[in-house]
């Protein structure tokens, strides 16, 4: 009986110790296994460090390869604050080489942190501080290579390529519109430390950045140094409040040329206010286009067939009343009897509305809207503007009039480009 208890519980301690070892090696299992590559991560956390190496972003160029944003290197200061002896000597020697307070750089200095960049007095450093801070050879004060962007004809399509920021994210044209693949992928110089933060004597991995995607525009450079050219022309010439050209191949719409002024150079963006800046004016400007929007009543006319050309003729005395709102033709005393094709030649309002009457406004509308206007153009650029019609519930006899000769309506430059 005592024997049978003996062996009974040796077979439950054997048991016991049994199921211990099966989940011992079960856990340890599922560490090696499942959770090796997020705990050699958090290992490798602790006792490596990383000095970053920016990206270039992606290369911009014309519709024949030429470059019009691509990148230089720069050198920026960053700093190991663990590494550092004599902090105070330290923040002496860097504040008087960037040219700012010894406060200021204490902050850097002394930061609770494995690495500091030192943003902004120590970004994109020119050549010559580079070598002064490079020349004193200072624990824990790395300088890093970092790419800035750049562009090689200054003003030269500044509102549509955009600009970039001191951490080279697009802000705005292109830039901004394909930030996402202008943007590259960093890299980074690998060191490794003790857990007080200093450098161990074990070799370096060099981490290499990836460039961003590069993208070519349907712009022209040659017509768009054209068309800079004459800009400066007008505004020297007249000293206009602003102008803009848009040069297009009417066949596909691809935009050839665009520019405006005022306008400014994306190297030296903070030199300039918001409004130079973010207001690229040919889609963003809108106006009356007046005569010019002529043309929309023209087609739907002769599209519905409800004037004919050569044959249906209107009497112009010089103006025409529509709801006691007199409508003046721009030639005093009007251009009498004519076809409708004289209309369209003169340019005369009165014929013009009567060409709007005849459609009606849900006709006139619906060219409007199928010609685009009235909405976005989805150019790839940001800031564009709709413009402004009135909604056709709201056009009475006078508002229709007045749109079938392009006045109280507003259009972008982009719209009548399209």
């Not at 025409?320 to 009007?334: L, N, P, Q, S």
């Amino acid at each position: 009986m005592f024997q049978n208890n003996i062996h009974t519980r040796v077979r439950y301690v054997f048991l016991i110790t049994l199921i211990i070892f099966i989940f011992i090696i079960a856990r340890v299992f599922y560490i090696q296994v499942f959770q090796y590559d997020d705990l050699n991560k958090l290992a490798e956390s602790l006792w490596s460090r990383n000095l970053p190496i920016t990206a270039d972003r992606g290369v911009i160029t014309d519709r024949n390869g030429k470059e019009l944003a691509t990148n230089i290197t720069t050198t920026s200061l960053v700093l190991i604050p663990n590494q550092i002896k004599n902090k105070d000597e330290v923040s002496s020697q860097l504040a008087a080489i960037l040219g700012v307070s010894k406060k200021d750089m204490d902050k850097h200095v002394n930061k609770k942190t494995s690495i500091e960049r030192v943003h902004p007095e120590g970004r994109q450093l020119d050549y010559e501080t580079a070598e002064k801070i490079d020349n004193l050879k200072l624990d824990g004060v790395y300088l890093v290579k970092e790419s800035k962007r750049y562009y090689p004809y200054g003003n030269l399509l500044s509102h549509v390529l955009g600009y970039v920021g001191i951490d080279n994210q697009g802000l705005s044209g292109i830039e901004l519109e394909y930030d996402k693949y202008l943007t590259g992928s960093d890299g980074a110089i690998k060191y490794f430390s003790d857990g007080k933060g200093n450098k161990l004597e074990l070799t370096e991995v060099y981490e290499k950045p990836q460039a961003g995607v590069n993208i070519a525009l349907t712009i022209d450079l040659d017509i768009q140094q054209a068309i800079e050219r004459e800009l400066d022309n007008v505004v020297s010439k007249y000293s206009p409040e602003h102008a803009l050209i848009i040069a297009m191949n009417p066949k596909t719409g691809e935009i050839l040329g665009m520019s405006s002024r005022p306008n400014f150079d994306p190297n030296h963006y903070e030199k300039y206010d918001n409004e130079t800046i973010n207001r690229n004016l040919p889609i963003w400007m809108t106006y009356e286009p007046g005569s010019t929007f002529k043309i929309i009543t023209l087609t739907a006319s002769i599209e519905e067939q409800t004037i004919n050309l050569f044959e249906d003729q209107f009497t112009d005395g010089g103006s025409i009343t529509v709801e006691g709102a007199r409508i003046k033709c721009w030639k005093a005393g009007g251009h009498g009897t004519q076809t409708f094709l004289q209309v369209v030649e003169n340019s005369c309002n009165p014929g013009f509305v009567v060409m709007g009457q005849k459609l009606g406004k849900t006709k006139l509308y619906e060219y409007i809207h199928k010609f685009g206007f009235g909405v976005k153009t989805g150019i790839d650029l940001n800031g564009e503007s709709s413009g402004i019609l009135f909604k056709e519930e709201n056009v009475g006899p006078v508002e229709l009039a007045t749109t079938s000769f392009g006045q109280g309506i507003s259009v972008t430059p982009i719209h009548l480009g399209v």
